[in-house]
């Protein structure tokens, strides 16, 4: 382990679980009223009762403390193997459908991403990169298994696509993809493009 990753640990070990999920919730709270931008670390430190140095100390920065908490309210997908690519898309779509989604929150952060630079990076880093790595393991061992050919034009877009699915269909339909609407759409769209012919 690093320097840097033993730094990091004994930062994180003065904050109990309990603690920083109230943190969290405070982050998301003023989210919700007030947006990124007007949020600020001396109105996160009075709503969750602590002091600005202990923010700082933690998080370095506001873009991490907000990443932090999107990423506790939401963690990242764990690695999974259901022994098939059509099973392990299936899992996907469970997991995803029935991960908690907080709206407000996401209309406050995703304009703000857009023209900050290190809250993009922060996020990338917390909630995106994680899940990346999750779909291309489960592509690898697809490929491992002779399911999908190693190099198919398509597995370069599979992130693009799951994420097209669940920003889609509440614009278009105006309800959530859910995890039975997940499955459907993986099945007749995402698995006929990743798969062996």
Same mark, same amino acid.
């Given at each position: 382990?690093?320097? *840097?990753?033993? *730094?990091?640990?004994?930062?994180?070990? !003065?904050?109990?679980?309990?603690?920083?999920?109230?943190?969290?919730?405070?982050?998301?709270?003023?989210?919700?009223? $007030?947006?990124? =931008?007007?949020?600020?670390? =001396? *109105?996160?430190?009075?709503?969750?009762?602590?002091?600005?140095?202990?923010?700082?100390? &933690?998080? &370095?920065?506001?873009? !991490?403390?907000?990443?932090?908490?999107?990423? +506790?309210?939401?963690? #990242?997908?764990?690695?999974?193997?259901?022994?098939?690519?059509?099973?392990?898309?299936?899992?996907? *779509?469970?997991?995803?459908?029935? @991960?908690?989604?907080? $709206?407000?929150? %996401? &209309?406050?952060?995703? #304009?703000?991403?857009?023209?900050?630079?290190?809250?993009?990076?922060?996020? +990338?880093?917390?909630?995106?990169?994680?899940?990346?790595?999750?779909? &291309?393991?489960?592509?690898?061992?697809?490929?491992?298994?002779?399911?999908?050919?190693?190099? @198919?034009?398509? +597995?370069?877009?599979?992130?693009? %696509?799951?994420?097209?699915?669940? %920003?889609?269909? #509440?614009?278009?339909?105006?309800?959530?993809?859910?995890?039975?609407?997940?499955?459907?759409?993986?099945?007749?769209?995402?698995? #006929?493009?990743? $798969?062996?012919?």
């Amino acid at each position: 382990m690093s320097a *840097a990753a033993n *730094a990091e640990g004994a930062r994180r070990t !003065r904050l109990t679980p309990e603690r920083e999920g109230e943190l969290y919730t405070a982050v998301r709270d003023l989210l919700r009223e $007030v947006g990124y =931008d007007a949020l600020t670390m =001396d *109105a996160v430190a009075a709503r969750s009762r602590s002091s600005k140095a202990t923010l700082y100390r &933690q998080w &370095q920065s506001k873009p !991490r403390l907000v990443a932090a908490a999107l990423r +506790h309210q939401r963690p #990242p997908l764990n690695r999974f193997d259901t022994g098939s690519l059509r099973g392990d898309l299936h899992e996907l *779509a469970r997991r995803m459908g029935e @991960a908690k989604k907080d $709206v407000a929150v %996401m &209309q406050a952060v995703a #304009p703000a991403a857009h023209k900050n630079k290190d809250l993009a990076e922060a996020l +990338h880093e917390a909630l995106i990169q994680p899940e990346l790595e999750v779909l &291309q393991s489960m592509l690898d061992r697809a490929v491992a298994r002779g399911e999908a050919e190693a190099g @198919a034009p398509a +597995h370069e877009f599979f992130p693009h %696509m799951v994420t097209g699915a669940l %920003m889609a269909r #509440p614009l278009i339909e105006r309800c959530e993809a859910d995890a039975t609407y997940l499955k459907r759409y993986l099945d007749a769209v995402v698995l #006929p493009v990743l $798969v062996r012919n």
